[in-house]
């Protein structure tokens, strides 16, 4: 099958002659508004809880009252060692079917969309955050961008197999529009806020 | 012309409009999403200018594609994805099933991919006994009542719950006249995550491929896409020529205008960016022409690739509203479809481009400023003029151009139109008249507006001149 060359034949005889320019992004991403208020907000608008900590402690007591430790918890973070395991990173990725919390950190957030950028690289492994039954991320409040434009500045030319913006639970709204949180991934989310 | 007898939108539209409770529901519904849109677009400062550089962005596209394809398939394999190109439905179908055949697997579970609905790809791979599943919600409930999507981006937009409960209730034994949505997407749950966790061959589309990087970008709200990509050992992914961008920074313009547009939501909850393979897995993206690069010659349709699907054009229009997307007998129904589907096949979808008011909501909504309903327009005179409308309508057509382009025949036709209305109404108000089918006709003016405005202008005239 070699119907590359015919593609590229047609669509260089069909493309239009003049080059349209590329738009200068510059112009984008000037909106201004209280980041951290409105990370919050939009949060909440789609389904997923902000919490404010101070430190690692905060978030191991959360997880603790809120959390069954006795089903399987997972992290990446070693300060978590405490209430989740660390050692799955090579397992079959089918086995984290039982997993009831995954927690790890995101590089950043966006304040317009409450998206969390994560790669594999602080995944762990791809399916992490999707396969648990409930998720938690982690992102210091300095990480937190206004808009996509800055969110993308930032990810530059960044390195990674893998990488996903996650912003609240998993849901879907196919059967009368009606929102239904937890469809196949993360029931609910959790964004601890750290100082 | 093509033979086999086609179900006219207009008639798959009165068989829809049968049920006048459920399409004043259906209507709503999609108004609400619409209005969503509205909501959310509003909350962006820089709205305008966000649609005004994504259409920009399109244009350079479109005016470079053939580059930005080969730069694109460099990156990629860099990055150690297999590229494959299909020229038609038929070859993109030989190509997947030619995948799984390879891997000797015979099962296979899918995310949402509209491209894959436009080469009917579920029906090749039954014939050659491969099981498909759908894993979207949506793709899942229409799947298993064997029809297609009614809508881009919401699938089963056209079903009730109590549909849905049926359906469920036959083939996945879920509670008779249980209809609570969160127990009925509970179930679907269930049953998906046991596919998500069998499958060795999982299928994606692409909403966005980046030429600069060699990755792409898939978008869902259920995750569904990252379950079974991430579990499987063989991610397809298949994309239509027309969805490459130049350079990931220009993410942030269409992730921005996507869901927003789509749905109201600030963003999809997962925008997943594919780039490599895991170790010792395989990912392939298939690279579609199937009529694209002809499109792409049409100077005037060509704007159409421009389009990112994400489902605003229809939720707004009166005409899509009210008829369902299955009237549209084309995997993209509403607007949009209705300018992609002639290019397909001319005497097949004749009828698509006449499913319009031709209001211009469709374009004052899409995000990358598609002059839809000016392409609405141009392809009704293309598809009369190469005789592809029905004899009626080319007939109706060709007399008004006469009637339109002479002063003398159309004073004549219009004083004689408001006698046959007056005197015989009879002639007008029939069966015959396809315009008298759903309305009133209005009564008729005693004087036509030019008499009006001969006579006024020639008063006001003179009162100036007092
Ligand atoms: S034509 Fe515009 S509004 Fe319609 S689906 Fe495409 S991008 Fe959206």
């Not at chain 1, 995954?102 to 957030?109: D, S």
């Not at chain 1, 762990?124 to 409040?141: S, T």
């Not at chain 2, 962005?57 to 299909?86: C, M, P, T």
């Not at chain 2, 007939?395 to 004549?412: D, G, H, R, S, Y």
Request: neutral net charge.
């Amino acid at each position: 099958m070699s119907s590359k060359g015919e593609i590229l034949k047609r669509i260089k005889a069909n493309q239009p002659q003049l080059v349209s320019e590329l738009p200068d992004l510059n112009l984008l991403g000037s909106e201004q508004f209280d980041v951290l208020e409105t990370y919050k907000t939009v949060l909440k608008g789609i389904g997923g809880d902000p919490v404010e900590v101070a430190d690692y402690n905060e978030i191991i007591n959360y997880i603790k009252s809120n959390y069954n430790l006795e089903k399987r918890l997972i992290t990446t973070l070693p300060e978590l060692s405490e209430i989740a395991s660390l050692d799955w990173k090579t397992v079959d990725p089918h086995s984290l079917q039982d997993v009831e919390l995954t927690v790890v950190k995101a590089h950043f957030g966006v304040a317009e969309n409450s998206g969390l950028w994560v790669t594999d690289d602080i995944l762990g492994q791809r399916v992490a955050p999707f396969i648990a039954q409930y998720l938690a991320i982690i992102v210091h409040k300095k990480d937190l961008v206004p808009t996509m434009q800055q969110a993308y500045d930032r990810i530059g030319k960044m390195e990674y197999g893998f990488g996903t913006f996650i912003a609240g639970p998993s849901k879907t709204a196919d059967i009368e529009q009606s929102l239904v949180l937890g469809a196949h991934g993360a029931r609910g989310l959790i964004v601890f806020l750290l100082d | 012309m093509s033979s086999e007898k086609i179900i006219q939108h207009s008639e798959a539209a009165a068989k829809f409009n049968k049920d006048v409770e459920r399409v004043n529901w259906h209507d709503e519904t999609l108004w609400f999403v619409r209005a969503k849109r509205d909501k959310s677009a509003h909350q962006i400062a820089d709205w305008e200018l966000l649609r005004e550089t994504a259409s920009q962005i399109k244009f350079n596209v479109l005016s470079n594609i053939h580059d930005y394809l080969v730069e694109f398939e460099a990156n990629a394999q860099r990055n150690g994805i297999i590229v494959h190109w299909a020229a038609d439905a038929k070859e993109h179908n030989e190509i997947v099933h030619s995948i799984m055949a390879k891997h000797d697997v015979k099962q296979m579970v899918k995310s949402k991919s509209m491209l894959t609905e436009e080469c009917h790809l579920n029906d090749y791979l039954a014939e050659k006994g491969i099981e498909v599943i759908d894993s979207d919600l949506g793709e899942y409930i229409v799947q298993l009542r064997k029809e297609p999507p009614s809508h881009i981006v919401l699938p089963a937009i056209h079903l009730k719950k109590e549909d849905v409960s049926e359906t469920f209730h036959e083939h996945l034994g879920t509670e008779k006249g249980n209809f609570n949505p969160q127990y009925l997407t509970e179930s679907a749950r269930q049953s998906l995550r046991n596919t998500f966790l069998t499958r060795k061959v999982a299928l994606t589309g692409v909403n966005f491929a980046v030429a600069e990087t060699g990755e792409f970008v898939v978008c869902t709200n259920e995750g569904n896409a990252d379950m079974g990509a991430h579990l499987a050992d063989v991610h397809i992914a298949c994309m239509g020529f027309e969805k490459l961008i130049p350079k990931r920074e220009h993410l942030g313009v269409f992730l921005r205008l996507l869901a927003r547009s789509a749905t109201g939501q600030p963003i999809t909850t997962f925008s997943s960016h594919f780039k490599k393979p895991r170790d010792g897995k395989e990912m392939h993206i298939l690279i579609v022409d199937n009529g694209r690069s002809t499109q792409l010659g049409r100077e005037d349709f060509r704007n159409s690739l421009k389009c990112i699907r994400c489902g605003a054009c229809m939720n707004t229009c009166p005409v899509y509203r009210r008829s369902g997307g299955h009237s549209y007998h084309n995997a993209v129904a509403g607007p949009i479809g209705s300018i992609l589907a002639p290019n397909l096949d001319m005497s097949k979808n004749a009828d698509l481009p006449f499913a319009s008011t031709l209001c211009g909501s469709c374009t004052n909504v899409c995000p990358v400023k598609i002059d839809i309903h000016d392409q609405l327009y141009k392809w009704r005179q293309v598809l009369v003029k190469e005789g592809h409308t029905p004899k009626a309508k080319t007939v109706a057509m060709k007399t008004m151009a006469t009637v339109l382009a002479n002063p003398t025949v159309f004073n004549i036709a219009g004083k004689s139109g408001r006698f046959v209305m007056k005197n015989i109404p009879g002639m007008v108000n029939n069966k015959m008249n396809k315009w008298y089918d759903q309305r009133e006709m209005p009564d008729v003016p005693e004087e036509s507006f030019r008499e009006w405005y001969k006579k006024n202008s020639r008063e006001s005239k003179e009162k100036g001149n007092e």
